[in-house]
């Protein structure tokens, strides 16, 4: 490789390298990328079953680069690749991004209100121990470009039965958000009958109401230009309810809405990606769009309309019904994502405990670290809650 006009840092960084040379703390080295494609290679070639969740897979991450990662959007991708020196082995492989705000550097996850869960993929050499991720986080530190403050939020402590690394370490704490899961082994309809009766009647009732109309239809679709047109409507419905929430919607922001574009152009024709809808007529009434990972489903948008349909429930039955065709397929675990609602709980779903890590990493990050985890530590101090409880108490006496 020729250098006559370019610093060998150049180069390496025009051909989505490592732009950084490997940095060791003992057992583990790093590899810092700025390129999805590059860090992907290595893990489908170092850790073919490697474990993360659909938010780490490669449509996502792609995605995300291309919506968020742009000149307008000052995202600078920061992909570590962490393996173990012994073996070369990998350990981990962690999607981040280098941002501004508030004056700040902060280096986060690949997220920007997208992506509900932050986490690493694990490699064959990822740490179960507190000793070996401190020994990892470690190494990662002394890698990582300068910045001011280290945010990772939305993490699962556990993956596929193996610890989070970044869940050992001491700076993490129990996030105020969690995951929902529904693992499903029997075929769907034993999965029904095993909702107490009246549930069953509820859901059974739902779908003959939404039936008995004319030209009433659940589909799977698979047409491209057709998905992008019901992906406008789950648009639409979901900012009509959030804005009648009197809160604000940010999906539709050119970002997101590039993202969820890209997502549903790259990942439906794959099968990555999916999107389902109930229509009555032309007219679309509820639609589901979800990712998929190996067996693992996790829904991402859910729109369904109000004004004239809700007597059936349409997003309720436009869940059921996704899951019903999946499960046909083989898919056993559905997730719900983050997001506490009592539809979630009557389906049996199981909470999926997250974490937050928030590091100072200079002297202008101290004060918002010291915030963020004193505000965790008094989420945790049972004194706290039952402090804010009765707080909650008086306030609602008066």
Not at 22 to 47: C, G, H, P, T
Not at 75 to 96: C, E, G, K
Not at 99 to 114: N, S, T, W, Y
Not at 143 to 161: H, M, T, V, Y
């Amino acid at each position: 490789m020729s250098t006559a006009k370019a610093t060998r840092s150049e180069l390496l960084a025009q051909n989505g390298a490592p732009t950084t040379p490997r940095a060791a703390a003992r057992d583990f080295q790093v590899d810092i990328f700025s390129n999805v494609d590059d860090a992907l290679a290595i893990v489908a070639k170092e850790a073919a079953e490697g474990v993360g969740t659909p938010f780490q897979s490669r449509v996502w991450l792609k995605a995300w680069q291309g919506a968020f990662a742009s000149a307008d959007t000052a995202r600078q991708p920061v992909i570590v690749i962490a393996r173990a020196q012994a073996s070369n082995l990998l350990a981990v492989a962690l999607f981040l991004a280098l941002r501004e705000r508030d004056g700040l550097k902060i280096l986060e996850p690949m997220d920007d209100g997208v992506t509900d869960y932050n986490a690493p993929i694990l490699g064959p050499e990822a740490p179960v121990d507190a000793a070996g991720a401190r020994l990892l986080w470690r190494a990662i530190r002394r890698a990582l470009p300068p910045c001011d403050l280290i945010n990772i939020a939305k993490s699962p402590r556990i993956l596929a039965g193996r610890p989070n690394p970044l869940a050992l370490i001491k700076p993490a704490r129990a996030s105020r958000l969690s995951g929902n899961v529904l693992d499903i082994d029997a075929p769907f309809e034993a999965f029904v009958r095993g909702f107490e009766r009246k549930f069953r009647k509820e859901l059974g009732r739902e779908k003959r109401v939404f039936e008995a109309h004319e030209g009433a239809r659940f589909m799977m679709v698979k047409d491209l230009a057709q998905a992008m047109s019901v992906l406008n409507a789950l648009a639409e419905m979901q900012s009509a309810r959030i804005r009648g929430l009197g809160r604000d919607y940010y999906l539709d922001d050119p970002a997101p809405a590039a993202f969820y574009r890209e997502l549903l152009r790259d990942g439906l024709p794959r099968g990555a990606v999916t999107l389902s809808a109930l229509f009555i007529g032309d007219v679309v009434v509820a639609a589901l769009m979800g990712v998929i990972e190996g067996d693992h489903f996790a829904m991402v948008r859910l729109g369904a309309a109000r004004a004239g349909w809700s007597h059936f429930s349409p997003g309720r039955l436009v869940i059921m019904e996704t899951m019903r065709a999946l499960r046909a397929r083989g898919l056993r675990r559905f997730d719900f994502t983050i997001g506490d609602y009592d539809y979630k709980r009557r389906l049996g779903v199981e909470t999926l405990p997250l974490i937050e890590l928030t590091v100072a990493a200079s002297w202008r990050g101290w004060p918002r670290a010291l915030m963020k985890n004193a505000r965790a530590r008094a989420r945790e101090s049972q004194f706290m809650r039952k402090l804010a409880g009765l707080a909650r108490a008086m306030l609602r006496r008066r």
